[in-house]
T-cell receptor, first 118, second 115 residues
Framework: AQSVTQLDSQVPVFEEAPVELRCNYS??????LFWYVQYPNQGLQLLLK??????LVKGINGFEAEFNKSQTSFHLRKPSVHISDTAEYFC????????????????FGKGTKLSVKP | DADVTQTPRNRITKTGKRIMLECSQT?????MYWYRQDPGLGLRLIYY???????NKGEISDGYSVSRQAQAKFSLSLESAIPNQTALYFC??????????????FGPGTRLLVL
């Protein structure tokens, strides 16, 4: 079975400071990895994704993530955050997942709430 | 106009009532999903559909049913609502062509309170 662990439920940080949101996954098959962001009172939107190739993936709003197969990690980083980055961030893994014999799709972590303070 | 819409956006109901949450999309995608979000638990898959004739249970389908009325419409029903179904519900769509590489596009969510 595949799973995703987001190691921090909340991350407070001051504006213009760097931030790293940690994500580890487990899987016995090849996976695709995603980061989604949920701004207050909105649905989720894709921030970036790793499918193959370069392990450093750049996304929207200055975010980037690095896929590390040996450490089964896909941490999200931004060198300088803004107030507008305050949101909840979800790491997700996609593969061939079974739910009682059916095939599913994305497995989400429990989310990390990023709070950027002035 | 939004590509994925959900109605209603907020709903309060009583235990034992039957309710339906509706989702429509204009993205032309074949795949549609229903998730629920609970604080601290992330998103969990309830049901998904790869086309009009294909419906599949997700991780937490008990107490829910779905209907895929058309390619663009996917409804979630709670046959007899109970308080622990209080949650934020999201509909999502994705493109069949991309398979597991696909990006999912989410609606704005329906906030449901069961009293």
């Amino acid at each position: 079975a595949q799973s995703v662990t987001q190691l921090d439920s909340q991350v407070p940080v001051f504006e213009e400071a760097p931030v790293e949101l940690r994500c580890n996954y487990s899987s016995s098959v090849s996976v695709y990895l995603f980061w989604y962001v949920q701004y207050p009172n909105q649905g989720l939107q894709l921030l970036l994704k790793y499918l193959s190739g370069s392990t450093l993936v750049k996304g929207i709003n200055g975010f980037e993530a690095e896929f590390n197969k040996s450490q089964t990690s896909f941490h999200l980083r931004k060198p300088s955050v803004h107030i507008s980055d305050t949101a909840e961030y979800f790491c997700a893994v996609s593969g061939f997942i079974s739910y009682g014999g059916s095939q599913g799709n994305l497995i989400f972590g429990k989310g990390t709430k990023l709070s950027v303070k002035p | 106009d939004a590509d994925v819409t959900q109605t209603p956006r907020n709903r309060i109901t009583k235990t034992g009532k039957r309710i339906m949450l509706e989702c429509s999309q204009t993205k032309g995608h074949d795949r549609m999903y229903w998730y629920r979000q609970d604080p601290g638990l992330g998103l969990r898959l309830i049901y998904y559909s790869f086309d009009v004739k294909d419906i599949n249970k997700g991780e937490i389908s008990d107490g829910y049913s779905v209907s895929r009325q058309a390619q663009a419409k996917f409804s979630l029903s709670l046959e007899s609502a109970i308080p622990n179904q209080t949650a934020l519900y999201f509909c999502a769509t994705s493109d069949l062509q991309q398979g597991p590489r696909e990006t999912q596009y989410f609606g704005p969510g329906t906030r449901l309170l069961v009293l």
